[in-house]
T-cell receptor, first 118, second 116 residues
C-alpha cells in the first residue's frame, strides 16, 4: 500500500521569506501523480500544485515550486515570498495514475501547519 | 458554478442518532468522492461514485454508513447509530473524469460531525 509521510507537523516563516515543506512517499508504482493541497482554517482544500511522475521537470505555480526527487521518493514544496494568506494546513498527496478505470483515490500525508509571522 | 457545496457545515448529535450529510458537486463533474478527516490527520478515502454508480467503498465505511447519488448529481452520506468515533470532518470532492487529464479533485468545505 502506498503511504505519504510529512515529518513536520508545524512550520513557521517570516512574511516575505521562503519556506520549504517536506514530504516523502512510498510506492512500488512508477506512474503516479503527486499533489500539494492547502487547507485554510474552516475553508475548503485547494490544489496548490501537481507533479506527474513521468516528468523530470519540477512543477512551478507562481510563488510555489516543488523539488521532485523520484529515486529518493521525495516531494518538497517551496513557498517563496511568503504572504499572510499562505497560512494554512498543507497536505501532500499521492495518486496512482493507473488503472485509469479505478477509483484514483488520493492518499494524504498527515499535514503541516504553516504559520506566517508578520 | 460556485464549487462543491456541503451541508450542514456542522452537526452536533447524541450517540445513537442518525445523521445525513449532503454534497452538491460541480454540475458538470461525473465523479464524486467522500473522504473523512479526523483531527490532526489527512483525509482518508471512504467511497466514490461515477455518475450514479457507487464503484468502490473503503473498509472504513462500516455497515452503519451508506452513501447515495440517486440521479448522478448531489450525494448524501448517512451515518446510522452514530458513535463517538464517528466524530470527524466529512469531505466531499468532485472531478471530471475522462481518459485524458489528471482527474483533479475539487473539494468542498466539509461537514463537521460531533457525536456527544
Amino acid at each position: 500500500a502506498q503511504t505519504v509521510t510529512q515529518s513536520q507537523p508545524e512550520m513557521s516563516v517570516q512574511e516575505a521569506e521562503t519556506v520549504t515543506l517536506s514530504c516523502t512517499y512510498d510506492t512500488s508504482e512508477s506512474d503516479y501523480y503527486l499533489f500539494w493541497y492547502k487547507q485554510p482554517p474552516s475553508r475548503q482544500m485547494i490544489l496548490v500544485i501537481r507533479q506527474e511522475a513521468y516528468k523530470q521537470q519540477n512543477a512551478t505555480e507562481n510563488r510555489f515550486s516543488v523539488n521532485f526527487q523520484k529515486a529518493a521518493k521525495s516531494f518538497s514544496l517551496k513557498i517563496s515570498d511568503s504572504q499572510l494568506g499562505d497560512a494554512a494546513m498543507y497536505f501532500c498527496a499521492y495518486r496512482r495514475r493507473k488503472p485509469i478505470q479505478g477509483a484514483q483515490k488520493l492518499v494524504f500525508g498527515q499535514g503541516t501547519r504553516l504559520t506566517i509571522n508578520p | 458554478d460556485t464549487g462543491v457545496s456541503q451541508n450542514p457545515r456542522h452537526k452536533i448529535t447524541k450517540r445513537g442518532q442518525n445523521v445525513t450529510f449532503r454534497c452538491d458537486p460541480i454540475s458538470e463533474h461525473n465523479r464524486l468522492y467522500w473522504y473523512r478527516q479526523t483531527l490532526g490527520q489527512g483525509p482518508e478515502f471512504l467511497t466514490y461514485f461515477q455518475n450514479e454508480a457507487q464503484l468502490e467503498k473503503s473498509r472504513l465505511l462500516s455497515d452503519r454508513f451508506s452513501a447515495e447519488r440517486p440521479k448522478g448529481s448531489f450525494s448524501t452520506l448517512e451515518i446510522q447509530r452514530t458513535e463517538q468515533g464517528d466524530s470527524a470532518m466529512y469531505l466531499c470532492a468532485s472531478s471530471l473524469w475522462g481518459n485524458a487529464g489528471a482527474n483533479v479533485l475539487t473539494f468542498g468545505a466539509g461537514s463537521r460531525l460531533t457525536v456527544l
